[in-house]
């Protein structure tokens, strides 16, 4: 079942007063919320210079992950969700960052997305695992080696460079020894979810589901207490930021339970990229630098 609340109308549109000039420094702000609903969301920080392209989040055992995507070091980033200050950097030596987009995480591993993908052309879309173990030093900048989970689309039959593809992904969450991944559709605005093997290998892989998300699909994250999923998007020129909330679903039909869409953006743009909870109840969303936003880190409070 899906139901939505976008009919609610600009006057339910979140505004953030606190990121309306772009910077480029980091600072502390009071963790206020900036506007209440379904869901409350305020400005936790500005991020550093580095994270100015902040493209994933992930929080586990306790510490916040984030890193650049294309084009940025081949990175990840330990980073203070008060200050927005960079606490550790991990250099994922043997592997370059030709498009990271996403990250998540199990019990011991950390999973990064290498497979932004925006003109459709890519032949080496792979997620990168990295052992929790190897994070163990303590030492303010460390180097470590990961291993490649390679997929490929068994629906994809023309890999010619195009402005606009149905085949570029930015999502993806783990759960129960699978990763499963969202396409951000820029044809048809709709999203399709591949089921990808945890472990190393390379893998052929076909849609097990789709749905109409309305939009494009730049984040995924799940709560491992209730089993929610949250997607996060935004439309054409990154505008009309939203969230839709997953639950109820069948065993691996992740679109077959009760879906809820949640606007929390307006015609400004808004680029944003990353989300994950915290708990139950709260998230933490980060957006990279636009003409209208500085790169920052939100928390979104569920007060439903």
């Known amino acids: 079942m899906i139901r939505t609340l976008c009919h609610l109308g600009p006057t339910f549109f979140l505004f953030f007063l606190g990121a309306c000039q772009p910077r480029s420094h980091s600072g502390p702000t009071q963790d206020k ?28 055992d ?11 070091p081949n990175e990840i980033y330990k980073t203070d969700s008060v200050t927005g200050a960079i606490l550790q950097t991990v250099q994922v030596e043997n592997f370059p960052n030709i498009d990271w987009e996403d990250i998540t995480a199990d019990s011991a591993f950390i999973y990064i997305g290498d497979f932004g993908n925006n003109c459709g052309s890519r032949t080496d879309l792979k ?43 930015e999502s993806v969450i783990w759960l129960k020894h699978f990763l499963y991944v969202f396409t951000k559709d820029g044809v048809d605005l709709k999203t399709r979810c591949y089921q990808i093997p945890d472990q190393p290998g390379q893998y052929r892989v076909s849609p097990i589901s789709s749905f109409d998300s309305q939009g494009k699909i730049t984040a995924a994250a799940l709560d ?55 708990s139950s109840k709260r998230l933490f969303m980060s957006c990279e630098t636009s003409k209208s936003r500085a790169a920052a880190l939100y928390f979104i409070q569920k007060n439903d």
Not at 137 to 145: A, D, L, Y
């Open 33 to 60: 919320v900036l506007r209440r609903g379904p869901i409350a969301i305020g400005l936790k920080c500005t991020l550093p210079s580095l994270l100015r392209e902040s493209s994933g989040l992930c929080y586990t």
């Open 224 to 278: 491992p207490v209730s089993g929610e999923i949250a997607l996060l998007g935004y439309l054409n020129k990154k505008q009309g930021s939203f969230i839709w909330f997953l639950n109820g679903y069948p065993g691996h039909d992740l679109f077959g339970g009760k879906m809820t869409k949640i606007a929390i953006g307006t015609e400004e743009d808004w680029q944003t990229e990353g989300l994950d909870y915290i």
């Open 127 to 169: 997620i990168i695992r990295i052992a929790k173990s190897d994070l163990k030093n303590h030492q303010t900048t460390i180097k470590v080696k990961g291993e490649a989970i390679a997929f490929s689309y068994a629906d994809q039959m023309d890999f010619s460079k195009k402005a606009i593809t149905d085949y570029d992904c």
């Open 62 to 72: 306790g510490n916040l992950w984030t890193f650049g995507d294309g084009g940025n």
